[in-house]
């Protein structure tokens, strides 16, 4: 079939920063602009021993991200995405291959290298790891009390961050009285409190209801823009992806099979396990066809199954009605929907059509210019052929 033509639980989080002299000397690259490459990854592996033999938990992996973006990294469980996230702030370290911020080489750092990098570096997690004794003053202000912050300062600074996560009413309340998402928005206040220049996410909305996802993921894509903060996020939800991140990078074992803009790799996946992980996405055929579905008719008269895709390569404001109507007359839309990615229009539909007029289509070569250029992107695809009932 499918014949085509043309074309979890986190193990911890950052160690409080250790109270610092003032005289420390920080290391301080300088500051480069919006766009420049922020976080390099060159060549990065980790293994771990496992009872079962050496878990390759990243290989040779090497990717940027610019400053102000916001990265995405999907991947099936155990594809070593939280390993990953967790050497950008030096939580783990690589046993081969350089990781830098600005430029600073992260493998570099001594000790009170690690903690300026734990500073510039925000993380927040799955399961908000907040302090359950502690009200939420207490709970964003923790960071700067260790780092010997005097209180009027730290005061000010935790009043700020809940006004920007739109939790000033709740400063002297203890998390137990918080919803998931308000939880959240604690710990992405405690995550800014030393106003750090990237932000990593560890499934950050997968604990939460679909409209508290919707208004976290507005609350990142708003910080992130008004604090030119970088972004750098893991999720298993590719609806999560779709809706706030830029850029997206694939990981299957350890590799990265895949990486590119979050509308390219979409709406055309290459590798086998981008497409895996993009499954539940596409537009499914409808349960009632999908059981008529055969790989060829025989002989027999009936309807041949095209999907429509269209990655927002060629026409990035939508489909064209007319394009469609070179598929004739006889042709009948059944199923399917457009999407906006970025301003690319993408998404699928199913076409059915009488195999007499498909033949003809196939041979004067209709799509040939028309869909078919594997780089134009839209493609079709005859998914299979529908006998027509006696
Ligand atoms: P993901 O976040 O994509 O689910 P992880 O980065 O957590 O993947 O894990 C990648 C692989 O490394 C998995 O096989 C996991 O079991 C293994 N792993 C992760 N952390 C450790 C550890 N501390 N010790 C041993 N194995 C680990
Ligand atoms: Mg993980």
Redesign the pocket.
Known sequence: MAALIGA?AE?GQPTPAAPVASATPLPSPAATAAGDVHLSFSKVSKQ???PSGI?H?LREVSFTVARGEIFGII??????????L?TINALELPDAGGIAIDGLQVGGLDEDGLVHLRRRVGMIFQHFNLLSAKTVRDNVGLPLRVAGVKPDVVRRRVDALLELVGLSDKAEVYPAKLSGGQKQRVGIARALVHDPEILLC?EATSALDPESTQAILALLRDISSKMDLTVVL?THDMAVIREICDRVLV?DH?QVVEQGEVWRVFGDPQAPATRALLRPLQHGLPADLAAQLVDDLDGRPGNALLSLRFNGAAQPQGVSLQQLALLGPDATLIHGGLDRIRGHAQGSLLVSLPIASWQSIKTNGVFGQNFGQKHGADFIEVLGYVPATA
């Open positions: 979890g193990a771990y021993p496992a878990v938990a991947g099936r469980s155990g594809a070593g995405k939280s390993t990953l967790r560890d893991i990981l350890g």
